[in-house]
């Protein structure tokens, strides 16, 4: 069964530490993403990456740390430098196509500082 | 740059009735057009896409959208709205300006919400 799973579903943090977001496809997919989503304002882009070993900074990476060690896997480290960590995290993954394909998503993490 | 732009933030309509959510985008070259559904605490779902073609694209769950270039709207729209489209929903756009750069723009979503 493929798809793309995320983990935990809640997190809860005290202020000051790092955590890590896991996110894991079985898709076969060579671009993943990860999003944040507050109320109101959509789903803004932290990091990409389009191949292993390689990723880009989106719209909002700073106090976030990524890695692209294998194909499957896109784990997103939340640190103490972010400075309003409590949100919805959204992890994406889509084929490299020409015309692209849809986007598909994982069930997301909430992640509350304590 | 490319962008889309949901002008609502709430639609409301009655069950039975027909209902349009709308998006208008701005890009260069050729729009490649989403749209997604999100129930609360959950990802977002892929509705239906416009690449090429037939203006009116059918997608999942009895939606479509109309794709009108002269007006760069891409409109979701179902004849018959249930209690159980009442979601978040979002319009994006995959965006061209590098050359195998595979970013996806995302509209600040609309949120349906279908009375009985």
């Known amino acids: 069964d493929g798809g793309i799973t995320q983990s935990p579903k809640y997190l809860f943090r005290k202020e000051g530490q790092n955590v890590t977001l896991s996110c894991e496809q079985n898709?076969?997919?060579?671009?993943m993403y990860w999003y944040r989503q507050d109320p109101g304002q959509g789903l803004r882009l932290i990091y990409y990456?389009?191949?292993?070993?390689?990723?880009q900074k989106g719209d909002i990476a700073e106090g976030y740390s990524v890695s692209r060690e294998k194909k499957e896997s896109f784990p997103l480290t939340v640190t103490s430098a972010q400075k309003n960590p409590t949100a919805f995290y959204l992890c994406?993954?889509?084929?490299?196509?020409?015309?692209?394909?849809?986007?598909?998503f994982g069930p997301g993490t909430r992640l509350t500082v304590l | 740059a490319q962008s889309v732009a949901q002008p609502e933030d709430q639609v409301n309509v009655a069950e039975g009735n027909p209902l349009t959510v709308k998006c208008t985008y701005s890009?260069?070259?050729?729009?490649?057009l989403f749209w997604y559904v999100q129930y609360p605490n959950r990802g977002l779902q892929f509705l239906l896409k416009?690449?090429?073609?037939?203006?009116l694209v059918k997608g999942s769950y009895g939606f479509e959208a109309e794709f009108n270039k002269s007006q760069t709207s891409f409109h979701l729209k179902k004849p018959s709205a249930l209690v159980s489209d009442s979601a978040l929903y979002f319009c994006?756009?995959?965006?061209?300006?590098?050359?195998?750069?595979?970013?996806?723009?995302f509209g600040t979503g609309t949120r349906l919400k279908v009375l009985a």
């Open positions: 994406a993954s889509t084929p490299k196509k020409h015309p692209p394909n849809e986007q598909f």
């Open positions: 898709l076969n997919h060579d671009a």
């Open positions: 990456s389009q191949i292993v070993n390689d990723f």
């Open positions: 890009v260069s070259g050729n729009p490649y």
């Open positions: 416009y690449i090429t073609g037939d203006n």
């Open positions: 994006a756009v995959r965006d061209i300006k590098l050359e195998g750069t595979y970013k996806y723009i």
